[in-house]
């Protein structure tokens, strides 16, 4: 569908547009709205609920080994504001996000585009063009939205449980009080972070959705490209998040 | 609702960006028309064109009816295109697939009155409810392309495009859609068709338009054409003649 002659650009240009049509159509009329609520929930639920666990495990061990590698090079550690601020740079600001994302990626990229290649080989994607509904405002679109909204959630959820999993292991080595733990980390904790962490989230979220999704469409007619796309899906996921990371960091900075 | 098709200008383009197809087409008063090509993929090719579905198209293809006119590349809500295979969305259920369209283009309709359509038209084609409730996966190809079939048909389109209709159906769905596709005739519900077998829709049609790897020769109705085939048609018109299936 978008791997023909519809933009006549240099094919580089493809994606870009692709974004672009993407996120100008994300706010949905009523009547598809109505046929697309199913997707967006059964997306949420599969990219955010189901990740629930490996996230958990995932931030837990972060929190936990942030403590350790701290208490083991830096005396008195856990005691220092040097310790809340490195967790809230380490966790909320960086990995968080990117974790989160990467996992997102292998779980939920991956299933896009394959499913969306799967779909195209089937002449399932013209079905749905030859029945006047839009397969960007129809597979497209609710997904992109579902993943935004895990994302952000898994995002927060995650910084959440490696701040549970930093304040259990410190406990190993000087007792403290979760709520003097909190206290002590909403000092540090600006609105500025939260703001930088969720507007990670929601990019990164944009961009792993519609790359899955664009790689998906440009399967044509053999099985054997799905697995090829399903590989630059999640390829160039993972090069654009590096590469917004750095250029959302360097905004925040800047500003 | 009776409807005339009127294509100007359609040009489709290669992936350097050069015209590969050009056409224009009037339906006229013609009710049932084929598209005939020595190569079967061109004739989906320009079938596909004629319906909207190549994207990067330029060029108008319009709708005309009785007060409206619509066109194809914008508003599909009363045309409908039959695939060749598969078609159906893999991840609904038959159900749900019937519902699509339906929600989409007729959202007040009553749930019981499209689920009486719906079963009606299955009841034609001698299916059960049941099978509303399997996913494509499950179903045989055959099942499959008359679920295909009778989900455009409950929408009650004015222009119905059929890519190789009998592929995939046994000889007793074959007949029954062929007195479907003739009853629709009746009815003046413009019907385009590819087809590389079944002789009998090809005398059955009004019109039969006649490409060479999507280069026009001619058309006509079969009988002229079959009788004194030019150098070009000769391949097509043997291909239906050899194939034993003179209905």
Redesign the interface.
Known sequence: ??S???N?LHPLFDYPIFLFAVITDLFQPA??R??TYDILIKQILFTGYEALGIISLFAFSIGAIIIIQGNSNIPNFGQSTFFYTTLVTVVLKELGGIITALIVIARSGTAIAT?LG??S????I????????SPLAYLIIPRTLGVVISLITLSIYFSLMALVGSWLLSNFYFPIEFTQFLSDLFEVLKVSDLFLSISKSFIFGILIATISGYQGLQVAKATTEIPQRTIKAVVYSIGALIVFDILINILYYLL | MICNLIIRDLTTYSRKYEPDFRFNFNSNDDRLIGILDSDEASSSFILRAMAGLNAGSTGSISLKMDKTSVSLFEEKKYSGFIFSSGGLLSNLSVLENFLLPFNFHFPDVSENEKIEKIEAMLNLFDLSREVLYERPANLSYSVGKIIQICRIYVLEPSLIFYEQPFMHLDLKHQNKLFNLISEYKKKEILQIFTTNFYPALLREADRLLLFSKREYIEEGEWTSISKNPSEKTIEIVESFKENGNEN
Request: hydrophobic share 40%; proline share 0%; aromatic share 4%.
């Open positions: 569908m978008f023909d002659n519809s006549k009547k598809l109505r046929l499913e799967n779909m080989i089937n002449n399932e013209e079905a749905l063009e030859s029945m006047g509904i």
